[in-house]
Nanobody, 125 residues
Framework: QAQLVESGGGLVQPGGSLRLSCAAS????????IGWFRQAPGKEREGVSC????????KYADSVKGRFTISRDNAKNTVYLQMNSLKPEDTAVYYC??????????????????WGQGTQVTVSS
């Protein structure tokens, strides 16, 4: 059974850093693009970042450009999201999901599948 599991969330002060991991099981990650999405209370789920199957193309939401970096290690079946200079508005549940090969245009939640259970990120002093 294909499954994605997020980890690495937590409570961090503004300006701090976290690294999220998205671990795949039950399928080979290197066929799939992986997207990171987030959902804050009362808001719609939004795209944060995406990486295509071989890591050659990445996408970022304008709100995180220059602060977040997505990467993947297909040998470890894991995709990472390094989050630096965190802001209170980054507070949300972060999810990863997959789709074949490329992120798509636009890379919106409805074209992704096999969603993980999410990991909470809270940025607060």
């Amino acid at each position: 059974q294909a499954q994605l599991v997020e980890s690495g969330g937590g409570l961090v002060q503004p300006g701090g850093s976290l690294r999220l991991s998205c671990a795949a099981s039950g399928f080979t990650l290197d066929y799939y693009a992986i997207g990171w999405f987030r959902q804050a209370p009362g808001k719609e789920r939004e795209g944060v970042s995406c990486i295509n199957n071989n890591g050659g193309n990445t996408k970022y939401a304008d709100s995180v450009k220059g602060r977040f970096t997505i990467s993947r290690d297909n040998a470890k079946n894991t995709v990472y999201l390094q989050m630096n200079s965190l802001k209170p508005e980054d507070t949300a549940v972060y999810y990863c999901a997959r789709r074949p090969l490329v992120c798509g245009m636009p890379w919106c939640p409805r074209i992704f599948s096999s969603w993980g259970q999410g990991t909470q990120v809270t940025v607060s002093s």
